[in-house]
């Protein structure tokens, strides 16, 4: 399960003295990196308001940005969160998983204020990577955890991209390897719960196929008109590097690095083969190469929408705004 042997002293191999290790700084109200198949995440105790502020602090992420709040089962789950029938259905179908479910917040449910913004809304997930998973187990505790990088910048998909963006502000990251989805989770909330007319929406694309879940539902998503950011990855601006980044390119200018996809070759490639998953997986880390090479901007080529190709198109059209 870990990677090779780190160099970085804070990177940590997640066996059993890791998870332990980490269950123990979580329970002080401090924060860990830890992997998941999605991206790797900054966790805190979600029931501490100075934990979760440590999220907020290491970040520098603005306080009206919600926070994915982690558990280990769907009992866990529903003692923060309101759950219907179509929730429960969802659940049941991909959780655990790369799914979030943004939920009336339960009376009572033991979260910091700031996880939510101040919204009535939570947003849940169950995630399947072992590592997380025995940390949740063994802590006991739901656990917030966006992404384990400076607020806004590029997403870690590699321990070792948490320390380079993170800094010193971060004692431990267990090392689980390169992230195997390599996006955020797809985030969908329902609306009216108990009410007609129902419905849901789609905050956030990811590796959950919203097909799948018109499919289940058996009805369309609602459109967002307006809509007020209750999840993560809904800012304009958001996983961006530190060069300008030019899109659906076919060739790279001179002070350009090329992502290629594809019949595009070019400094790097997302996916020579031009398939979808495996450019999901690795788009972060060649965006982390690309913003450490020696060229002045980023140029990447163009990926087809449809399916995986809409998560990524929706992160690099956030990347380049």
Sequence with gaps: ???????????????????????????????????????????????RADAVAAIYRTKGRPDFNPLIVHVPDMAAAREIAIFDARAEKIAAAFWPGPLTLVLPLADGAKIAPAVTAGLPTIALRCPAHPVMRAV?????????????????????????????SLGGGLGLILDGGPCTAGLESTIVALRNLGHAPAGWQLLRPGPVDPAAIE????????????????????????????????????????????IGFGAVRGDDTLSAAGDLAEAAANLY???HRADASEKARIAVAPVPDGGMGDAINDRLK????
């Design 1 to 47: 399960m870990p990677a090779s042997k780190p160099c970085d002293p804070r990177i940590a191999p997640a066996d059993d003295a890791s998870v332990a290790r980490a269950v123990s700084i979580l329970r002080a109200g401090q924060v860990v990196a830890l992997p998941t198949e999605t991206v790797y995440g900054l966790a805190a105790d979600a029931s």
């Design 136 to 164: 949740l187990q063994t802590g006991g505790m739901a656990l917030a955890a966006p992404s384990a990088n400076r607020s806004g910048a590029i997403s870690p998909t590699e321990a070792q991209h948490v320390a380079a």
């Design 215 to 258: 499919a289940l539902l058996g009805e369309p998503p609602l459109p967002l008109v307006d809509h007020a950011i209750e999840a993560p990855g809904q800012l304009a601006s958001h996983y961006a590097p530190g060069k300008p980044l030019r899109l659906n390119a076919t060739s790279g200018a001179d002070d350009e690095w090329l």
């Design 285 to 287: 880390a060649a965006l």
């Design 318 to 321: 956030r990347a380049a705004a």
